[in-house]
């Protein structure tokens, strides 16, 4: 074997221009991003995947016209790092905008980067991971940056349902770079230091004349409370990319796997007497749902998703016995856990994510019925309702129910009731399933014997009762085939864990179709 001195040029070479590629848009440019409190790219990588597992590719690559001025240094990598690595020792592709390099801007090369490893991820059936911290289009690449934004978008959406696809959002998002995470299955915001908006203040100014902060218009507590377009926040990037792999741990790498089983370090059997005392007597007091759900868990699983939009819904993945699975339930403390519009939209949407994901779903129900209003009704609480009907419907995961409290009127059916095709339906002693609550139940039916009756309020109120006696318990609904099972609340954790096993080789084919056309 020939020998070649030690220090080799060509080796040298290399060497060098790594290091240049790590350098990203300089040294004053990195210090300027640690100054804001932010992380680099690689920085961010590195925390986010298993050590040591990061292949870099197309480190080299530079943006290809004369747009930014021919004298313009060309750097290296063109504001994005792409490359595959290790979650949980699970493979997955990510890529991560380097603010330092034209405020990690995309133009087509940036693009051509990032489509590339979206199409490996899809090749391979592994996650596809954004760090988003871009200005959105780069203004010197005119309509090729605009282009280069729909070649991503087109692949968010041809991907979408095959691979998860996460978006973890850690600087100032604007125009695609806002669009393409609201396209992905989760998006993760840090706290104070990213924003989400189509156009920024300085733009709605000269629009609208309305004078707005970037925190005030699309922060972290906007989207996580306002909008609904954020799933998750954390206070700083080192916690949001833990959060990142947390919340990937409950997905499959693709669409045809099941989502990864862990040992579960909780008894399958254990039964909580709590759960017997926990409902109210008196059904217009409210509990906190939150406590039913971590106690049927496996301990310390439970992923709450959205808490702070539409709280009136609760959804979340969680564990069962080891397996993952997601939780919807309302939230009888806040407005008695009425459906309006922004809870269908979120209880519709989390359904549809865990169905294509073979995540198995648990209903918690408990709702006395859709929101009545005018401003409700004008929204389009029909159009939105509709969503929950057609996701549960549409829904081929195992689907079990679990009727706590209140399931009257249309809240009992959206809520995976039977004959949405749910698999099996449980209710505690406590459920109430009706059209609709007795005082109006009796006003509508009885009216004229109420008003012929000589004491109008004691026969409205003895009418009341009547149907509380008939309704206000389960056994009706079971008598007529709508339970499978009555259960003591104490024993959910063990019955469902028993139902999901039951229920873990379900298959349950689709007529062909191209897709179906969900109400948006
Ligand atoms: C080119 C850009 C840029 C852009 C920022 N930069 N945005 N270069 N195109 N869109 C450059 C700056 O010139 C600067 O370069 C570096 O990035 C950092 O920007 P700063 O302004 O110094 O940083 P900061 O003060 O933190 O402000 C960040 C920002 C602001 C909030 C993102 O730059 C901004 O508002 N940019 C414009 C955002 C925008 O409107 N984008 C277009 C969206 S339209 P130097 O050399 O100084 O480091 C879009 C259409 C997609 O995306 C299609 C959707 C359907």
């Not at 299955?185 to 990213?194: A, T, Y």
């Not at 419907?393 to 195992?398: G, H, N, Q």
Request: net charge negative; glycine share 10%; hydrophobic share 40%.
């Amino acid at each position: 074997m020939a020998q070649n001195p030690p220090d080799d040029p060509r080796i040298r070479e290399l060497r060098a221009m790594r290091e240049k590629a790590r350098q990203g848009g300089g040294a004053d440019r990195i210090a300027k991003q640690h100054q804001k409190g932010k992380l680099t790219a690689r920085e961010r990588i590195e925390l986010l995947l298993d050590p040591g597992t990061f292949n870099e590719q197309e480190a080299y690559i530079t943006h290809q016209g004369d747009e930014l001025g021919v004298n313009t240094e060309r750097y290296l990598g063109d504001g994005v790092i792409t490359g595959y690595g290790q979650i949980d020792g699970r493979l997955v592709y990510v890529y991560a905008q380097d603010f330092t390099i034209y405020g990690g801007t995309l133009g087509e090369m940036q693009s051509r980067k990032i489509c590339r490893v979206m199409d490996l991820a899809l090749r391979n059936g592994a996650p596809i991971i954004g760090l988003i911290d871009s200005g959105g289009a780069r203004i010197q690449e005119g309509v090729k940056s605009l282009g280069a934004y729909a070649e991503i978008f087109r692949r968010n959406a041809q991907y979408s349902g095959v691979i998860p696809q996460i978006s973890v959002m850690l600087g100032p998002c604007a125009g695609g770079a806002a669009y393409s995470p609201a396209l992905t299955d989760l998006i993760i915001m840090v706290e104070r230091n990213s924003y989400m908006f189509l156009t920024g203040p300085e733009v709605i100014k000269a629009v609208t004349g309305e004078i707005i902060d970037p925190e005030s218009l699309g922060g972290s507590d906007i989207h996580m409370s306002v909008s609904g377009t954020a799933h998750l926040s954390a206070p700083d990037e080192q916690s949001a990319l833990a959060l990142c792999r947390r919340a990937l741990a409950y997905f499959p790498s693709n669409n045809i796997e099941n989502p990864p089983y862990q040992n579960p370090q909780d008894d399958v059997l254990r039964m909580d007497d709590s759960l017997n005392n926990i409902i109210p007597l008196d059904p217009n007091i409210p509990y906190e749902m939150q406590d039913v759900i971590q106690t049927i868990v496996d301990q310390g699983t439970f992923l709450e998703i959205q808490p702070h939009w539409a709280e009136n819904a609760i959804i979340g993945f969680a564990r069962m016995g080891g397996h993952s699975v997601g939780i919807v339930a309302q939230h009888p403390s806040v407005m008695a856990g009425v459906i309006d519009i922004d809870a269908s939209d979120k209880i519709a949407r989390f359904v549809r994510t865990c169905d294509c994901f073979n995540i198995p779903l648990i209903t918690l129900v408990d709702s006395p019925g859709f929101l009545p209003g005018i401003s409700q009704e004008h929204g389009g609480i029909i159009r939105h309702g509709a969503k929950i009907l057609y996701a549960y419907s549409e829904a081929t995961v195992p689907k079990i129910s679990v009727i706590i409290r209140k399931g009257y009127g249309g809240a009992y059916v959206v809520m995976s009731s039977k004959y949405l095709g749910t698999d099996i339906n449980f209710a505690w002693p406590s459920a109430e399933i009706a059209v609709m609550g007795a005082e109006g139940a009796v006003n509508i039916v009885y009216r004229k014997q109420i008003e012929s009756a000589p004491d109008p309020a004691a026969e409205r109120a003895r009418l009341a009762q009547e149907y509380r006696q008939k309704f206000n318990n389960p056994y009706y609904a079971a008598s007529a085939g709508y339970i499978d099972e009555i259960i003591e609340p104490r024993e959910t954790r063990l019955k469902l864990i028993a139902a999901l096993a039951a229920l873990r080789d379900k298959y349950s084919p689709a007529p062909p179709r191209k897709h179906g056309n969900i109400p948006v």
